[in-house]
């Protein structure tokens, strides 16, 4: 479903705990500018559906804490682009398949997720509160390999990516990006200095090595071999190319890159490549590597940059 691969390129849906209708647009700008695009509101709070109908034009929103089918369908109605219900409640799980809109049922055991299985279901719904911690959620992840779990509670910016560098987890509801009302330009600033860092903190890029283009594998061998003369980078040949330990990639041939490649390697390769091109990159996807998994594992941007191809790695 569409809808679940972009919360999954998102990586962070921000959780709204005090949802402000008026404050919708000037709220959406401030995040759409920080690089994120997705919310998430509990139902049951005051003005969360007026939130909801206001922010659904500019963002994908969410509604938590679904507990009747009749507020799934006041949610669905005010343009709730995904749901999350308080138990495995098939009425609101039909209700949202009639929509395409995803439903993402609260699972605590084996049990409940066994059953939003036996409804259908790929990607269920997890809180990280009282006896729900990590080791619980590792437990289901073992148990069923082919879920995907949304983390919907007890997340920061600090501590998502101990949730986010799972597989099987889809995204995390991130609290502590906006911080009560928007009153002014300087509020605004602060919310989309927030969602960059978020952003940067998820995707933790780090320069991973330096490729240089030879024309052949005499001098590919020659060159990683003085690297490993002067500073003692240990020479290894890995098909393509020699490496000096892991910071030169000595190519055998000419490659992307006039005067070759720099790696930067990110801790999810599909959400570094959704927020450059956010960002405004173009990428070459011809020339992209996929993990046995589908998930993509390296590509290479279309433009070079002071001379340099460049190509962001799945760490």
């Not at 890029?205 to 003085?226: M, Y």
């Amino acid at each position: 479903m569409k809808t679940l691969q972009q919360l999954y390129k998102n990586g962070i849906v921000v959780f709204i705990q005090t949802p402000n209708a008026a404050q919708a647009a000037p709220l959406a700008q401030a995040l759409q500018a920080g690089g994120l695009s997705c919310v998430l509101t509990s139902f049951d709070a005051p003005g969360a559906e007026a939130f909801i109908r206001a922010s659904s034009s500019f963002l994908l929103a969410g509604a938590g804490n679904i507990r009747t089918p009749q507020e799934a369908q006041h949610a669905l109605k005010a343009g709730a682009g995904f749901i999350i219900s308080a138990d495995v409640n098939p009425e609101i799980i039909r209700l949202c398949a009639e929509k395409n809109i995803p439903a993402l049922p609260e699972c605590r055991t084996s049990a409940d997720v066994q059953a939003a299985a036996g409804l259908g279901l790929t990607a269920v719904s997890f809180s990280l509160d009282g006896a729900n911690g990590p080791a619980a959620l590792n437990a289901l992840c073992a148990d069923f390999p082919d879920m995907r779990f949304f983390i919907s509670g007890g997340v920061t910016a600090d501590t998502m990516n101990a949730y986010l560098s799972h597989k099987a987890v889809l995204a995390c509801a991130v609290e502590g990006i906006t911080h009560g009302s928007l009153t002014g330009e300087q509020d605004a600033a602060a919310v989309t200095r927030r969602a960059k860092e978020a952003v940067l903190k998820m995707l933790a890029f780090e320069l991973r090595h330096v490729g240089i283009n030879t024309p052949n594998a005499q001098t590919a061998d020659e060159t990683a071999g003085a690297f490993e003369k002067l500073f003692g980078f240990k020479k290894e040949d890995r098909g393509g190319a020699y490496f000096a330990a892991d910071y030169i990639e000595v190519m055998k041939k000419q490659f992307y890159g006039t005067h070759g490649h720099i790696a930067v390697a990110a801790a999810n390769a599909d959400r570094a490549a959704y927020q450059l091109e956010r960002a405004g990159a173009r990428f070459n996807w011809d020339s992209a590597g996929y993990n046995p998994d589908g998930r993509l594992r390296v590509v290479y941007l279309q433009d070079e940059i002071g001379g340099f191809a460049v190509h962001i790695l799945q760490k």
